[in-house]
């Protein structure tokens, strides 16, 4: 499938910022699943960029700006070129061993319910099939929500009737690493019918033998050529598009508009 | 406790009227000199000190907001031959410790090897995945290192932790000297002791040697302290004095297209190597901790780019951490090829479900400590703790045991020192300061001695209590000129 994806940020500043340091993990990479045709990123003030590779392997984009700034609009457009080999994860970079995604982090701290809960649904398993099951259990238990005022971390999620996506996928991370599997959060996009979406995110969780496999519990199963990879990370905070720093005073708004389509012609 | 095994360095295991003989004369000054005059002396450094102030905040104490750290005059001696072999075991020791942080977040040869178990290295959050692929200059990550030795006889020296993060206490080496040059003159004398003062220079060496490779033949050094309310803060800006470069803060740095720049009122000018004196964690707020207001946002971007030397490098805490600790011996046999001239002292890890069977059975003989504590918080001494420090510890110990370590109580070495009721042997421990530039690893001939004020006492934290002393290394009886980094040691001092 070959897959347009166009991704609007806007930050606007009720008073001039005197300088704007960001890290953009907006740069998706080459897979056994995904290759990536065009990519550009692009910010409607003077602006350096930067690109590096981060220690996850993720690439990244350190911004600078000098001010006065009244506002930033990031614009990404890229058209990448998708497969579907049923989710599992391969010719990715993995600086680090699975092990490593074992680590638990303020927001992946399961806590008492939801590791009970992986222990039922799991049923014993750490292989593709129990991972499987354990996606569909929590994509059977949860209301999708759109949206939520501050994203909240696992435990929080779990105790909640109604979750998002990034949410549940965050949730998930911190279920499988109780469980001793590792296990990553992966921010990406996701292409649906008929409406804009937010960026995504789903998991990707090493299943021994089959390797890496990438399950989304808010659709409930695996991966499939409609999601474009972008960075992977321990949780949620670990991996947004933006993170930055400000110098100056006042608020920020921010204001993101993404587009998610299939190539016309096709 | 009392511990009459306990070695005592000056007066052995004989007492004042049967010191050990290389320290006869020192035995004898500390006998002869009334203690009213040794009690203005230490009165008088105590003054300046304050006067300097070379405070500390204690944490957790709101009303002793800062306080100077308790000073003794009796100093610790070191004899030629003693130091000679604490060097090299101190050499090899911080190699490895620079060839394993290399290693781990390089090619990770030693968990190939099958040396440690993975597990305890990509599970420890001091294991900074930040900074995985990243190789400073040199390969040198750990350019200051503070080895804390204690000693149980007069050949057996152990090291109890490593500090490869920011060690501080150098500023107390240094100020101790000054001290003691001017008010125990005679000391120097009658014994020829190593100089210190050397120190600001090796380390300003040491990180021009360590500057990235397009910085010129001028890199430019600074010092980056979180600011005046840091409880170090005379120690960072003592160090920027005496190496005669800037001390800065974080705003006084920015980051642009992946370099460091200093705002000077002449304008910015690049930076090459900070000394920073920030942890890990507040260190950039793009990468770490996102709110934090002391770091440097981009920095890390800089470093990652290889356009500014960090010391110590980031991600050194998987180094010391306590719970590798416990593998140095393997760590060191690994890299070096072979045994630690400096052995561990032994230590029982909770994670092993027999040596916590074996901790809680003998509780109250042992010394437990919190795999991320620092500071003599979250530390139990078993010999000396109530019985319901024990059960509390007990329960900690059962509900996380992952948390711990435990060792046996020591009877660390002691020295004489000045009490309210005269000379009395008091604990001590040991933290050299180990420097490793481009050209390899210099130990000062000296370091911080820091003593247990409370009779019995075995925790020398001044955040507990503890004091400091001055450090003498004798250098050898043969006048030889020894040239050590390309300074020369001996100083005269004196007539």
């Known amino acids: 499938m070959r897959l347009i994806v166009e991704h609007r940020t806007r930050y606007r500043f009720s008073e001039p910022q005197t300088r704007l340091i960001q890290c953009l993990r907006m740069t998706p990479d080459d897979t056994d699943d995904q290759t990536v045709i065009g990519w550009s990123i692009d910010v409607d003030c ?48 993995e600086p680090l061993p699975p092990v490593f995604y074992l680590r638990e982090t303020e927001r992946t701290v399961a806590g008492a319910a939801l590791s009970g809960f992986m222990v039922e649904a799991l049923a014993g398993g750490a292989d593709a099939a129990a991972i499987d099951a354990v996606t569909r259990a929590i994509h059977g238990r949860f209301k999708l929500a759109s949206h939520v005022e501050e994203l909240r971390d696992a435990a929080a999620t779990f105790a909640a009737e ?9 949730m998930l991370v911190a279920g499988l690493r109780a469980a001793e599997i590792p296990a990553r959060y992966v921010s990406g996009y996701r292409q649906r019918e008929g409406r804009a979406c937010a960026p995504h995110g789903w998991v990707e969780a090493f ?10 519990p808010s659709a409930g199963g695996r991966i499939d050529e409609r999601y474009v990879r972008v960075a992977i990370g321990l949780d949620t905070a670990s991996v947004t598009p933006v993170a930055g720093s400000r110098l100056g005073p006042g608020e920020e708004m921010l204001d993101v508009a993404l587009i998610v389509e299939q190539a016309r012609g096709q | 406790m009392g511990d009459l095994r306990a070695f005592d360095e000056i007066w052995g295991q004989g007492g004042p009227d049967n010191p050990r003989e290389p320290l006869a004369m020192l035995a004898d000054w500390i006998a002869e000199t009334p203690r009213e005059e040794l009690a203005r002396r230490l009165e008088a450094a105590e003054n300046t000190f304050r006067q300097l102030g070379i405070t500390f905040a204690v944490y957790g104490d709101r009303d002793a907001a800062e306080r100077i750290i308790p000073f003794d005059i009796v100093p610790r001696v070191f004899l030629a031959d003693e130091w000679a072999r604490l060097s090299e075991g101190l050499i090899q020791r911080v190699e490895a410790i620079n060839a394993f942080l290399d290693d781990i977040y390089g090619d990770r040869r030693i968990l190939a090897d099958g040396v440690l178990p993975p597990d305890i290295v990509f599970r420890n959050p001091q294991f900074r995945h930040e900074v995985a692929g990243i ?7 750990a350019h200051i290192c503070g080895i804390d030795l204690v000693r149980t006889g007069p050949d057996d020296f152990f090291v109890l932790e490593d500090n490869a993060r920011t060690p501080s206490g150098v500023s107390y080496m240094l100020e101790n000297r000054e001290a003691m040059i001017r008010l125990c003159p005679e000391l120097f004398r009658n014994f020829r002791v190593a100089a210190v003062d050397s120190y600001p220079d090796r380390l300003h060496e040491t990180m021009r040697s360590v500057a990235p490779p397009g910085a010129g033949s001028r890199p430019v050094c600074v010092v980056l302290t979180p600011g005046h309310f840091n409880s170090a803060y ?15 803060e974080p705003a006084d740095l920015v980051v ?77 046999r690994y890299y070096s090829g072979g045994e630690a001239k400096l052995p561990n002292v032994e230590t029982y ?47 900690a110990l059962i509900a996380e045991p992952h948390r711990y370590i435990a060792q046996p109580t020591l009877a660390l070495s002691t020295v004489p020192t000045l009490t309210e009721k005269g000379l009395a042997p008091r604990h001590v421990d040991f933290r050299p300061f180990v420097l490793t530039g481009r050209d390899g690893v210099q130990v000062v001939p000296g370091g911080l ?23 003498f290394v004798l250098l050898p009886e043969a006048r030889q000129m020894q040239k050590m980094g390309g300074m020369f040691q001996q100083q005269e001092l004196g007539s």
């Open chain 2, 449 to 471: 001695t820091r003593v247990a004020l409370k009779e019995g006492s075995l925790v020398v934290n001044s955040s507990q209590g503890g004091g400091t002393k001055d450090s």
């Open chain 1, 46 to 93: 003077d602006a350096r960029l930067r690109e590096s590779r981060d220690g996850l392997g993720n690439r990244q984009a350190m911004l600078y700006a000098d001010g006065p700034i009244d506002g930033i609009e990031i614009s990404v457009r890229g058209e990448v070129l998708t497969g579907d080999h049923g989710g599992v994860v391969r010719g990715t970079h």
């Open chain 2, 234 to 248: 005379y120690e960072h800006s003592f160090l920027a004095d005496s190496m005669g470069i800037e001390l800065v």
């Open chain 2, 135 to 141: 190789r400073p200059p040199h390969g040198i990550w």
């Open chain 1, 207 to 216: 299943a021994g033998a089959e390797g890496w496999i990438a399950v989304d």
């Open chain 2, 256 to 332: 642009d297209d992946d370099i460091v720049w200093m705002q000077t009122i002449a304008g910015r000018v690049k930076v090459d190597v900070i000394y920073r004196r920030i942890d890990d964690d507040f260190l950039d707020p793009v990468v770490f901790r996102p709110d934090s207001l002391l770091g440097v946002p981009g920095i890390m971007s800089a470093y990652r780019a290889g356009n500014v030397t960090l010391i110590n490098a980031p991600g050194n805490g998987i180094a010391d951490d306590k719970a590798i600790y416990s593998y140095m011996p393997e760590i060191v």
């Open chain 2, 349 to 395: 890890r909770c994670r092993e479900p027999q040596a916590l069977k074996y901790v809680l059975d003998r509780l109250p003989e042992l010394v437990v400590k919190l795999v991320d504590g620092s500071g003599g918080y979250g530390m139990l001494v078993g010999p000396t703790a109530s019985s319901e420090e024990i059960e509390r510890f007990r329960a």
């Open chain 1, 162 to 170: 109604a979750a998002t996506g990034r949410e549940l996928a965050q």
